[in-house]
């Protein structure tokens, strides 16, 4: 795996550090709110020479520690917005935590999925053998007892009959 790169603040000159901090405005939830340009989900973008960053990303690296960036970081560490907030660069309400975790703390269709711990039928969730998805083991076992004993089961029994077919005669061929 390559090296992480890191996010400091080490290029950043005085004028620079004015010119961001001109454009927050705090409020009464003390919310550092971002006055300027910002991208569609409301992310606050600032331009450091030809290299343009997230505010807050900046604002973390220099109150708090410097942060991986580029391709590699995505999976190691993301800045979670603890306000639910994304234009808030309060160094207070951002915290350095990994991209599950902050996919789980979302609102998100995933993060609800995340959340929950019963099927649609009220059966608890249980992890796979590979540990990289839950299911019911209660309606999987439903599931298969129809497949095998239902009004398709002869249907189901053909469909199988013709894959082993075909996978003993690739065998033969090849």
């Known amino acids: 795996m390559a090296d992480i790169e890191y996010l400091t603040i080490s290029r950043l000159t005085i004028k620079q550090i004015t010119r961001l901090f001109s454009k927050i405005i705090i409020d009464s939830n003390g919310c550092w709110n971002w006055q300027g340009a910002k991208d569609a989900r409301g992310y606050g973008f600032f331009a450091v020479g030809d290299y343009q960053t997230r505010v807050h990303r900046i604002v973390y690296a220099w109150t708090i520690a410097p942060v991986p960036k580029g391709v590699a970081s995505r999976k190691i560490a993301q800045i979670d917005h603890l306000c639910r907030n994304t234009s808030c660069c309060n160094p207070v309400h951002l915290e350095l935590v990994s991209q599950r975790t902050n996919v789980a703390r979302g609102t998100s269709p995933i993060a609800e999925a995340m959340k929950r711990t019963e099927c649609v039928h009220g059966h608890p969730l249980s992890w796979t053998r590979n540990g990289k998805r839950r299911e019911c083991k209660t309606c999987d076992a439903a599931r298969h007892k129809t497949r095998l ?26």
């Open 149 to 174: 004993h239902g009004p398709n089961a002869e249907r189901y029994r053909e469909i199988a009959r013709r894959a082993v077919r075909r996978y003993y005669d690739k065998k033969k061929a090849g």
